[in-house]
């Protein structure tokens, strides 16, 4: 765009309008007038038509409108200028002359509108196609609604964008083969890959605010058919609530590619639970127990206790919520405290008897777990006991505890000591007035330990992105997903349950990598895949339900409620006793034996049957 100051702008326009004006004048006189005119009469009508002409400007803004990004609005507001223009002259002929010269003002006027509307249309040509850079990179836009056209002509009019649009796709048959600001609409998703490919697209942007994640997901996996760099429009609820503007791009998130749903809560049973009581959350500090916090307060309990062994992460929860608009009438408490340490936990549970208890706190990494089996026990197996046994004694209502998909059938340590921990909360069900439920959930996407940021970072360092087998099948949920679903489980619980969470279809994981080094622009020869074999303890393939623990009631559209296993309590409590003088492949061992194991009892009722 050219360089210019307002005042710079209003003396060249001015300058320029009454030069066309001038010249607008001579057209008419020497069109209209049969003979001389009084050299008095010709200043008067000029001076009366600059002056009105000027004075209309002025009061229209018309100065102040940037042509270079005009619309039909400033053509409007330049025919307004002229009509009042044209008006203020005839009557101040009358008021003058006590006649109007209305042919050679008719003949001026449109002179004028010819010449200076003809300015404005070559100025706003001249800055948009001489005086703008533009690089290299060619823009597709999915949809030509309302939304991809204001977005087109955005991209036309930034003269600070780097984007360029070539062409719309949209599936709607009756704009195939028509022209939106010059733009064409070239055909439907079905011809998405050949227009990328034969137009030298680097850049797709879907531009339809509108649509569910499910209506998205088609449309997301159809670019990442492309080596187009893919960016999506904001959400339009973000959009209208005034977080992002419409023109903020963002890029594919794996939620899009995942096309979920977000959660329908059951707020009333939900509300009788946390309203106005007293919650706390283990593990507050961490990706699950965080999110969890933060949807508890929009609950309005009466108090939050967010317990955790890490303080800066603590902190860092407990600035964020109270800084939250709407949080101000709940006590938020922050408690620096270790899970292992039993007397501590008592300690706690004393001071603040809460009526919920969510337990987040957990060792989740699979392979650490494995070199360290004894840290595992201690804190998923003991800390879990230590806490669930001080909810008992301090009379919590509900005790929620947070497991894994990795418990069923399990190869790793940290699958093994979920399993045995979500056995002795059943086992203190049994004999307690606390309700304990346990809630089994699968891999959670922007985690600690999760692989999606791995994958993020390899690609933007030009890889490789290393994935330890190409079979490697895993489930997958959204953080706030499986944090509601928590809360909702915690809700419905009756004591002894384990609750298993709808995840979805499972989603192979060379898949996932595949499609984000895709749409971040990139082919698989630029950014290539790596395998590095599967790591002890992991499965190909994740499990949800035990086939001794499956059953086909669902309390909640995404809830299903397993069936309860019998206990094999006194062998884990063996276990606790002795596991710190066990070597690690044994402690490792027996780990796995035990929580594969199935009790005697249930033997014989399997027999028997």
């Given amino acids: 765009m050219i360089p210019i100051t307002y005042r710079k702008r209003v003396s ?17 006189f020497m069109l209209v007038s049969e003979g001389p005119v009084p050299f008095s009469h010709i200043s ?34 330049l025919l307004k200028t002229f009509l009042m223009s044209m008006s203020s002259t005839f009557v101040l002929q009358i008021i003058v002359f006590q006649f109007i010269h209305i042919e050679l003002v008719i003949v001026a006027m449109m002179s004028m509108s010819t010449l200076i509307g003809g300015f404005r249309l070559l100025w706003r040509i001249f800055t948009n196609n001489y005086m703008t850079k533009r690089s290299n990179k060619r823009t597709l836009i999915i949809g030509a609604g309302s939304a991809g056209t204001m977005i087109a002509r955005h991209l036309i009019n930034n003269q600070e964008t780097d984007l360029l649009p070539i062409a719309f796709v949209d599936d709607c048959v009756k704009k195939h083969h028509l022209h939106i600001y010059g733009i064409p609409v070239l055909g439907g998703m079905r011809s998405l890959k050949k227009i990328v490919d034969e137009y030298n697209i680097h850049m797709i942007i879907i531009a339809i605010p509108s649509l569910s994640k499910a209506q998205l997901n088609p449309i997301i996996k159809e670019c990442a058919l492309t080596n187009a760099k893919t960016q999506i429009l904001p959400r339009l609820e973000d959009i209208v609530s005034g977080k992002v503007s419409f023109n903020q791009f963002r890029d594919i998130e794996v939620e899009d590619l995942l096309g979920r749903e977000p959660v329908d809560l059951d707020i009333h049973t939900i509300a009788s639970t946390i309203t106005g009581k007293v919650v706390l959350v283990t593990g507050a500090g961490g990706s699950i127990g965080s999110e969890i916090c933060r949807q508890i307060v929009k609950f309005k309990p009466r108090q939050l206790v967010l317990l955790g062994h ?49 337990h987040a706190a957990a060792h989740k990494h699979v392979p650490m777990m494995e070199r360290n089996p004894d840290e595992a026990i201690s804190n998923n197996l003991i800390g879990t006991l230590n ?70 970072n390899q690609i933007k360092d030009g890889g490789p992105v290393t994935i330890t087998h190409p079979d490697m099948v895993r489930y997958f949920m959204t953080i706030p997903e499986a944090s509601r679903l928590v809360i909702q489980a915690g809700a419905l619980s009756k004591g002894g349950e384990i609750f298993v969470l709808d995840m979805g279809e499972p989603v192979k994981i060379v898949d996932l990598a595949t499609n984000l080094i895709r749409l971040t622009g990139y082919s698989l020869d630029d950014i290539r895949i790596e395998y590095t074999g599967i790591r002890e303890g992991e499965k190909l393939y994740e499990e949800l339900l035990n086939e001794d623990e499956v059953s086909k009631e669902q309390i909640h559209p995404k809830i299903y409620l397993g069936r309860t296993s019998a206990i094999q309590l006194k062998e884990i409590e063996d276990l606790i006793k002795s596991y710190k003088d066990m070597e690690n492949n044994r402690l490792r061992e027996t780990l796995l034996q035990l929580a594969n194991k199935k009790a005697e009892r249930e033997v014989e009722l399997q027999r028997s049957s």
């Fill in 12 to 28: 060249l326009f001015s300058v320029l309008d009454t030069g066309l004006i001038l010249f607008s004048l001579f057209i008419a």
């Fill in 44 to 77: 008067i009508i000029t001076g009366i038509l600059l002056i009105s002409y000027h004075i209309s400007s002025y009061h229209m803004n018309l100065y102040k409108t940037a042509w270079e990004y005009a619309s039909t609005r400033e053509l409007i507001v």
């Fill in 310 to 358: 890490g303080e800066n992460s603590i902190y860092t929860i407990h600035q964020e919520l109270k800084g939250g608009a709407g949080n101000q009438d709940i006590i938020l408490t922050p408690e620096i405290a270790d899970i292992q340490n039993a007397e501590k936990m008592m300690k706690v549970m004393s001071m603040y008897v809460p009526d919920v208890v969510y």
């Fill in 387 to 456: 806490v669930a046994k001080a909810s008992d004694q301090c009379g919590v209502h509900t005790f929620v505890m947070l497991s894994s998909d990795k418990a069923v059938n399990p190869t790793s340590v940290m699958g093994s000591t979920k399993r045995l921990a979500e056995l002795v909360i059943q086992d203190i069900n049994t004999r307690s007035r606390t309700n304990f439920t346990a809630v089994r959930f699968g891999n959670v996407l922007g985690s600690r330990g999760s692989v999606i940021p791995l994958f993020k």
